[in-house]
Structure formats: structure tokens, C-alpha cells
């Protein structure tokens, strides 16, 4: 499945976290139990720090060595001498990898509009009273729990210009969209991986927004509604800037997401037609994993860690500014 | 808008309004589960007739046969990821204990950075994790063993749980441990007596998450693991053959993946959407 998923804000619950133990400090607390008690915290962050050490930043660190150096495997499984920046320069002045990295932010775009979009849509659909709204809620969860890779394929089969049921119920609709080759066409491919990440993605999101529509006291709503506020004045002026933050965390996730998408790339397009729908990562596993050019593909891979650093760094520095207001 | 409709006119709205929502909601019932009751129709299909889109069609066991000991086993797969993702449960969630006990009652140098880098390790494209794994495990002659899987998954599930369950332990009364600690109770006795059974609940949400991400990771396993110990969302790839895909038994297989992950994932429903978006709105 996709990289676990975790908000930004958990900086804003450290800030704002929990009391310290108490401590019970009963005479005669000397200097070697109160250093011991120093010690504590770190022991038990121990083994959970060993693993993060050895299994994100040992690699991420071997990865920016790499990146500086010359190795292919199909040459020697020993990496070669350093070459500077060279492979970063190669990559700024490959097409290809250019292709990726725009194919990466227009699918990323879309993506997000739609999922967000959508997700609000049925959030709002479902905040209100009616029949078969607690069955629905509760299955919003659905989608996401599929694995990405299925997910891809299921919507592949799905597809299927020639007789996948979506495909034929799409003609039935639209007869002009008959002769579509929905994974044949560059435009349409990336539509159709779009359309996998919006059917993961938007029920999950409307399951996050109802959260905070909940928070929303209706008696703001229903003053708004006696002095005489329209639907959309109130969704407008009550509603929607209330759900702000929510829906800003809710777009940072997503994008995240998107940039790194991987599993229905490989299960659904394989980068096809053409490099229509080669991103980010998908282009650097098959520099590493079919050409075998580890110190290439990890070049790569630093700027979608540089890329994605950034992104987030720009979404603390917003969200820590949005509080401060 | 202050106009006052007549009674009559009002119900009338009020009836095609809640009509209306009606269709909506069984349009968004529509879009959540026809890919998946799609998948399960199909998967009980005759294989010949994969793309029918007929209703009407004779059950059958035929593709949960060939992928459960017939021409195109996934039972090595289906075993694989249960070890792989019952190993990476059982080793991350002490670790994670511990770490979200200190982050949530202690404060200490560098516990904001710490906290935050665990976050940020989330953001980190799952190729430059496993492309230096993949000549790690190969100098070490661990690649494609499920214990390289389940080495490379802790990147994924320690710092997601245990900032999950920091939250947990957020909420837990911190007087019980008090007065525990005033009975004389030891550090280690008090995690394991006292904060374990307390935080067990948390304990299971994140049991439950941290096997779902195993199970439904696709980047690793085709980097480090792609023949013996390789699981089931890369042994799907297996159906996809020169002379197409074997749809029907993609469907089956793919039915077996989905239907436990579901399933759980229907118990920490309300966790799940609390525990991504904690802390948007106080």
C-alpha cells in the first residue's frame, strides 16, 4: 500500500501535547536517579530511533552517496568512483525525466482538484439527515483499505476498451466515446489513473471532512439559516471557513500521495502509451530496477526527496502562520 | 431569503429536496462499491466468460482453484504475507509503545524534532528507500527473503503507529499511573501492568494498521522480493501473462487480498479519519 499516511500537525500536538509525568520526587531523589530519570525517555525512544535510523535515514543516506557516484549493476555490483554532480545534471538535461516530472505535477493537479472536490461533495451530501447516510458513512473507508496495486488492476480490467464494464456502460451513455481506447490514449490514461486515485481517495477525504463538519455547531448554521442565509451563503460564508484548516491538511496529504504514485502505474499503465503516464517514481525504478543504473535512479529518487521536502517544509511554514493568526 | 412559500409548495420542495439527496447518496454507494462487487462478481465467474457483463452467470470455484494449489499457485505468495505482515506487527508495536509512552508523558530535549522527523520520514518516496536496501540485502544475501521485507516495512509502520498511539496514550488518565508509581511499581512493571492494558485498545487500531500497510505494500516487495518471498499484491503481477491476463483469477486472488483488509479496516474506521487528520481542529 501507499506510504503510511501521517499529518503535519503532529507538530501542533506535540506543542500543545500532553502534560509531563508526574513526577513523584520523594526525598533523597539523588543525583544518579534523577539522571537515570533523564535517561529514561531516550531509552524507551531507543529501539523505535534504531529502526527509523537503520531503515529511513541509513538508506536515504546511502542513497545521497550513491547519487554522487557511478554504478551500474549489469557493470559491477561494486560502486564505481564519484562523479560529482553529474547525474543530477543528467537528469536536468534528459527530456525524459522532464517528461516525468510534468506528467508527476499535472496528475498530481488533477488528482488533488478532483479528490478534494468530490470528497467535499459527498461529505456535504452526507452531513445531512437521511435514509441510508450511516450505511454510506460507514463504507466510505472501503476503497481505501484496497491495496493500490489492486486497485490498479481491478480499474484496469474495468476499463478494458473492448469489453470492460465501465467501458460499456461509458458507451452506452456517451455513444461518441465508443471508439475510446481508454488506456491506449496518453490523455485518457492518465484519466484513468486519476480516476483509480479519486475512487481510493474521495471517500476516504468525505470520511476526514465529516469529521470536521460535525465540529460545525449547528446553531451557527441555523442562526444563519433564520436571518435568512441561502444554502450556498451559508456553505460560503459559515461553513467553509470553519472546514479551512481541515481542508488544507486534507490537500497536503493528497498531493503527497499523488507525487509518489507508483503501485497503479506499474498495474495499470506501466508508464504507457508512450511516457504518457511515466512519474516521478515509476521513472526511477526503471532506471534502477531495468537498467540497472543505481547511481542514476538514486539521483532521481534525492530530487523527489528534495521535491517532497520542500512541499512540506512550505506546509509548515503555512500551517504554523495560519495558527499564528 | 425570507420568501415564505406556502405550506403545500414547502413539502413539495421538502420531498423532491430529500429525493434528490436520496439519488445522491445511492450514487455515492454506486461509485464506493461497484469496483469491488465488480471484483467479487467477477472472481465467482467462469473464466471464459470474464467480461460478461451479463447478470446472470453459473458460479463457479474454478479461478480460486487454479490460484489456491492449481496451474498458478499464490499460496507461497498468501503465506508470505501473512508471516511478513504478522513479523513486522509483532516487532513494530513494542517499539512503538515505547516510543509514543515517551513522546506523550515526557518532555525532553529534542522532543519536538524527534516527533517531527518521525512525520517526516512519511514523505519519502518508498524508491530511495529501497534502492539502496536493494544492494544492501544482496551483500548480505538477503534479498528476497521475508525477512527483508519485514526489515524494510518497519520504515514504514514504526513511526505511523507510534505517533497513532501517541495519541492514545494522550488520552489515557495519567492518575492511574500515579498512584501506581506510588505502590511502588517499577518503570517496566508499570508498561507492561498497567499502561499495556490501558492503551490496548490503541493497541489494536494500530495491530490492525500496521498489517494493512504490510499487506498492501507493492514498491518493496517488487524491488527485494520478487520471486520466493514475494507476497500476494506482487504475485498478481504473475497473472499478467504474454497472452493476457487471467482476469478471472486476478479477481479471485484479488478478492482474497481485499476481504480481510476490509474487514479490519471496518473496525478502526473512526480512528483511521481521527488519526490522519488529529489536531486540524481543536
Redesign the interface.
Known amino acids: 500500500?501507499?506510504?503510511?499516511?501521517?499529518?503535519?500537525?503532529?507538530?501542533?500536538?506535540?506543542?500543545?501535547?500532553?502534560?509531563?509525568?508526574?513526577r513523584?520526587s520523594g526525598p533523597g531523589a539523588g543525583r544518579g536517579r534523577r539522571m537515570r530519570r533523564?535517561a529514561?525517555?531516550?531509552l524507551?525512544?531507543a529501539?523505535?530511533?534504531a529502526?527509523?535510523l537503520?531503515?529511513?535515514v541509513?538508506?536515504?543516506v546511502?542513497?545521497l552517496v550513491?547519487s554522487f557516484r557511478h554504478w551500474r549493476?549489469n557493470e559491477s555490483?561494486a560502486?564505481g568512483g564519484f562523479v560529482g554532480f553529474e547525474q543530477y545534471q543528467r537528469a536536468f538535461q534528459d527530456d525524459t525525466f522532464f517528461n516525468s516530472v510534468m506528467v508527476t505535477l499535472w496528475f498530481t493537479f488533477v488528482s488533488v482538484v478532483l479528490s478534494v472536490g468530490i470528497g467535499l461533495a459527498?461529505a456535504l451530501?452526507?452531513n445531512?439527515r437521511?435514509?441510508?447516510?450511516g450505511?454510506?458513512k460507514?463504507?466510505?473507508?472501503?476503497?481505501?483499505?484496497?491495496?493500490?496495486?489492486?486497485?490498479g488492476?481491478?480499474?484496469r480490467?474495468?476499463m478494458?476498451p473492448?469489453?470492460?464494464?465501465y467501458d460499456?456502460m461509458i458507451d452506452s451513455v456517451l455513444p461518441f466515446a465508443a471508439d475510446v481506447n481508454w488506456l491506449g490514449e496518453p490523455f485518457w490514461a492518465q484519466m484513468v489513473l486519476v480516476l483509480t486515485e479519486v475512487?481510493g481517495w474521495a471517500?476516504?477525504i468525505a470520511?476526514?471532512l465529516?469529521?470536521?463538519l460535525a465540529?460545525v455547531p449547528p446553531e451557527v448554521n441555523e442562526a444563519a439559516r433564520v436571518d435568512?442565509?441561502?444554502a450556498w451563503q451559508r456553505f460560503r460564508h459559515v461553513t467553509f471557513p470553519l472546514l479551512r484548516?481541515?481542508l488544507l491538511?486534507?490537500i497536503f496529504?493528497k498531493a503527497?500521495f499523488s507525487?509518489?504514485l507508483?503501485?497503479q502505474v506499474?498495474?495499470i499503465t506501466g508508464g504507457g502509451p508512450g511516457r504518457a503516464t511515466e512519474t516521478?517514481?515509476f521513472y526511477?525504478?526503471t532506471q534502477?530496477?531495468t537498467f540497472l543504473d543505481?547511481g542514476y535512479?538514486?539521483a532521481v529518487?534525492?530530487i523527489?526527496?528534495v521535491v517532497?521536502?520542500v512541499?512540506?517544509a512550505g506546509y509548515l511554514v503555512a500551517m504554523n502562520r495560519q495558527e499564528a493568526k | 431569503m425570507t420568501t415564505r412559500a406556502t405550506g403545500g409548495a414547502m413539502t413539495a420542495r421538502r420531498a423532491l429536496g430529500s429525493g434528490l439527496h436520496l439519488v445522491a447518496v445511492l450514487a455515492i454507494l454506486f461509485f464506493v462499491l461497484f469496483p469491488i462487487a465488480w471484483l467479487a462478481i467477477t472472481a465467482f465467474r467462469p473464466a471464459a466468460e470474464a467480461f460478461s457483463t451479463s447478470p446472470v452467470f453459473a458460479p463457479t470455484l474454478e479461478n480460486f482453484r487454479a490460484i489456491i494449489g492449481g496451474q498458478n499457485d499464490l499460496t507461497a505468495a498468501a503465506v508470505n504475507s501473512v508471516v511478513v505482515g504478522t513479523a513486522t506487527t509483532l516487532i513494530s508495536l513494542p517499539m512503538a509503545l515505547l516510543a509514543a509512552y515517551a513522546f506523550s508523558r515526557h518532555r525532553f530535549p529534542g522532543h519536538k524534532s524527534m516527533l517531527l522527523a518521525m512525520v517526516a520520514t512519511q514523505f519519502i518516496p518508498g524508491v530511495a528507500i529501497a534502492l539502496p536496501f536493494l544492494t544492501l540485502f544482496h551483500d548480505l544475501g538477503l534479498l528476497d527473503t521475508r525477512a527483508s521485507l519485514v526489515i524494510v516495512n518497519l520504515s514504514l509502520v514504526v513511526p505511523y503507529i507510534t505517533w497513532l498511539l501517541k495519541g492514545f496514550v494522550d488520552g489515557l488518565p495519567i492518575e492511574i499511573e500515579e498512584a501506581a508509581r506510588l505502590d511502588g511499581c517499577g518503570q517496566i512493571t508499570l508498561l507492561w501492568r498497567v499502561v499495556t492494558p490501558l492503551a490496548a485498545p490503541g493497541l489494536f487500531v494500530c495491530a490492525v494498521f500496521s498489517f494493512l500497510l504490510s499487506w498492501n505494500e507493492f514498491l518493496f516487495p517488487t524491488f527485494l522480493a520478487k520471486e520466493e518471498a514475494t507476497t500476494l499484491p506482487v504475485g498478481l503481477m504473475t497473472l499478467v501473462r504474454p497472452e493476457g491476463v487471467a482476469w478471472g483469477q486476478m479477481a479471485a486472488a484479488g478478492l482474497l487480498v481485499m476481504v480481510p483488509m476490509l474487514v479490519m479496516s471496518m473496525f478502526v474506521r473512526k480512528h483511521f479519519a481521527q488519526g490522519m487528520t488529529m489536531g486540524a481542529i481543536k
Open positions: 500500500m501507499e506510504r503510511a499516511v501521517v499529518t503535519a500537525t503532529a507538530e501542533r500536538s506535540a506543542a500543545s501535547g500532553a502534560a509531563p509525568a508526574g513523584p533523564a529514561q525517555p531516550y524507551h525512544l529501539p523505535a530511533l529502526a527509523v537503520l531503515t529511513t541509513y538508506p536515504l546511502s542513497a550513491t549493476l555490483t560502486p459527498i451530501i452526507l445531512r437521511g435514509p441510508l447516510n450505511l454510506t460507514a463504507l466510505l473507508i472501503l476503497p481505501f483499505a484496497v491495496a493500490p496495486a489492486l486497485k488492476f481491478s480499474w480490467f474495468m478494458n473492448d469489453h470492460g464494464v460499456k475512487w471517500p476516504l470520511l476526514m465529516l469529521g470536521g465540529s435568512g442565509a441561502t484548516p481541515l491538511i486534507v496529504l503527497v507525487l509518489k507508483f503501485d506499474v498495474t516521478l517514481n526511477a525504478y534502477g530496477f543505481i535512479a538514486s529518487s534525492w523527489l526527496v517532497l521536502g512541499i512540506a
